[in-house]
Nanobody, 119 residues
Framework: QVQLVESGGGLVQPGGSLRLSCAAS????????MSWHRQAPGKERELVAG????????NYTDSVKGRFTISRDNAKNTVYLQMNSLKPEDTVVYLC????????????WGQGTQVTVSS
């Protein structure tokens, strides 16, 4: 079955770095665009960064531009989010998303990983 398993979250001090990973299985990873979203309690889910199926195009929300980098390894069926210069306002659950390039009905979510930025 389809699985998206996030890892790499945790507690980090302001200004620190974390790298999130999302391991995918159960579908043809190279035919899916991938993205990272985040959601704070009581708030709507927010797109953080996206990457197309080949890895040649990326996009970021303004608040993370220059600090976060999304990448993917299609040989390992994994997408990454390198987060640098973390701020307390980055504290939230981060979720991985996959969406088919052929049919947007095929969309999957991971369970999320908590990132806490605090001194």
């Amino acid at each position: 079955q389809v699985q998206l398993v996030e890892s790499g979250g945790g507690l980090v001090q302001p200004g620190g770095s974390l790298r999130l990973s999302c391991a995918a299985s159960g579908f043809t990873f190279s035919t899916y665009a991938m993205s990272w979203h985040r959601q704070a309690p009581g708030k709507e889910r927010e797109l953080v960064a996206g990457i197309n199926n080949s890895g040649g195009r990326t996009n970021y929300t303004d608040s993370v531009k220059g600090r976060f980098t999304i990448s993917r390894d299609n040989a390992k069926n994994t997408v990454y989010l390198q987060m640098n210069s973390l701020k307390p306002e980055d504290t939230v659950v981060y979720l991985c998303n996959a969406i088919s390039i052929f049919n947007t009905r095929y969309r999957y979510w991971g369970q999320g990983t908590q990132v806490t930025v605090s001194s």
